[in-house]
């Protein structure tokens, strides 16, 4: 249960260079040194130190095994600290520190270890960037995670025993050693070693360079279609500004008409904009009772209410004084009779 290399920097596949990681190591060390020094935080117990726990569900226990980059146990406190050492520029936040499954694992086990662990803290060495996060579990948040596990084992007993598994793909993907057997990869595992004409009549692949085909096909066609939309947004322009100038409010051509419509466009307050002006909004309508008529304040409902004309006029005025409009035209393509 150690993340090892799969949770080691992504820039490793991005093409820098040797010197860069080498220098990257250097960086690293000196900030850690100097963060640390003299390094009486605490005593070491342990550097990939094993630890096994066992996760209760009723009279069965499921064992789970893991490697703790550093265990250190700091006396004055008479505290237990598992650290974590990462080399990845990535820097999580405290929220997901909080929620991080593998060190509170970890703490399981120390505790299951020496029953007398009143106080264990998880930390992460981020040493790229030189940032630590400190992170605690209460008894009950542990309770919830052996449940959470433990659902997680059923989860995957009963997919294996129906020969069902939700394949997620990532990075991690790369140090997997169960590619011949996972469907993501399964195809690829059986054809990377075919020489080149026997790979190239395999239908998988051949499936593979038709479905590319017309997707490169659909990627130029769909920059003609932008190109096609931006002038025809133009034209838009210039038909607005037409009947504008000549007050109408259609074009004729030979087979079709333009129709230029003018409506208002209302826009209610975001919570996240004017917190109190959304609540205003929301009371007023919710004391009127309006509010599940308009979808919870949706803008769109809103006009469309507005416009039927069959609230009370105080209410729409309260309303209009709290909701901005603006007029929105729009061009209409219809074919002659």
């Known amino acids: 249960m150690g993340e090892e290399l799969a949770w080691e920097d992504p820039d490793r596949a991005s093409g820098h260079p040797a010197g860069h ?24 117990l342990g550097l990939e130190e094993r630890i096994e726990l066992k996760l209760k569900n009723g009279d069965k226990a499921y064992s789970v095994q893991g490697y703790i980059d550093r265990l250190a146990w700091v006396s004055d406190s008479e505290t237990y600290e598992i650290h974590d050492y990462k080399t990845g520029g990535y820097v999580p936040t405290q929220e997901e520190a909080d929620q991080d499954r593998q060190l509170a694992l970890y703490q399981l086990g120390i505790m299951q270890r020496w029953p007398d662990a009143k106080r264990v803290q998880l930390i992460w060495h981020y040493l790229a960037s030189d940032k630590e996060i400190v992170s605690s ?82 990627t130029v066609k769909e920059a003609e279609l932008a190109a096609l939309r931006d002038e025809q947004r133009k034209i838009e322009e210039a038909v607005l500004a037409y009947a504008d100038k000549e007050g109408v409010t259609a074009l004729d051509g030979p087979d079709h ?59 729409i005025k309260s309303i209009r004084g709290l909701v901005s409009s603006t007029l929105r035209k729009t061009v209409t393509l219809i074919k002659k009779s």
């Open 137 to 218: 579990r209460t008894i009950e948040d542990l309770k919830a995670l052996e449940a959470e596990v433990v659902g997680l084992i059923h989860q995957i007993e009963r997919e294996t025993s129906l020969g069902q598994w939700e394949v997620r793909i990532s990075r991690l993907c790369e140090w997997c050693e169960y590619k011949p057997v996972c469907p993501a990869y399964k195809h690829s595992t059986a054809v990377a070693s075919l020489p080149p004409n026997e790979y190239l009549q395999d239908s998988g692949v051949q499936l593979v360079q038709k479905y590319t085909q017309i997707e490169e096909q659909k």
């Open 257 to 315: 008409r333009l129709l230029i419509k003018t409506e208002e466009e209302l826009k209610a307050p975001r919570k996240t904009e004017d917190p109190f002006a959304w609540e205003l909004l929301r009371t007023t309508l919710k004391n009127a009772g309006k509010l599940e008529e308009v979808s919870t304040v949706n803008a769109n409902m809103l006009r469309f209410a507005l416009k039927k004309g069959k609230w009370p006029a105080d209410l």
């Open 21 to 44: 990681y080498f220098a990257l190591g250097q960086q690293c060390l000196a900030d850690y040194y100097k963060h640390y020094h003299p390094f009486n935080q605490g005593k070491t």
